[in-house]
């Protein structure tokens, strides 16, 4: 996933919006998304262990 977020910033920066120039310089990393919301393909959490 990593892969991907490199070559979509690499691709902005190879194709740079007018606009984008304005809020963030070429090349800036997206944002990071608030910790409250998670990917919708994100696995739900594992079912708490309890020990025997």
Do not use: F, R
Not at 8 to 20: F, I, N, Q
Not at 30 to 51: K, M, N, S, Y
Request: charged share 10%; glycine share 6%.
């Amino acid at each position: 996933m990593a892969v991907a977020v490199i070559s979509a910033v690499a691709g902005c920066a190879a194709v740079p919006k007018p606009h984008a120039l304005d809020t963030q310089p070429i090349g800036a990393p997206p944002p990071p998304p608030p910790l409250e919301t998670q990917p919708v393909d994100a696995p739900p959490p594992p079912p708490p262990v309890t020990g025997s």
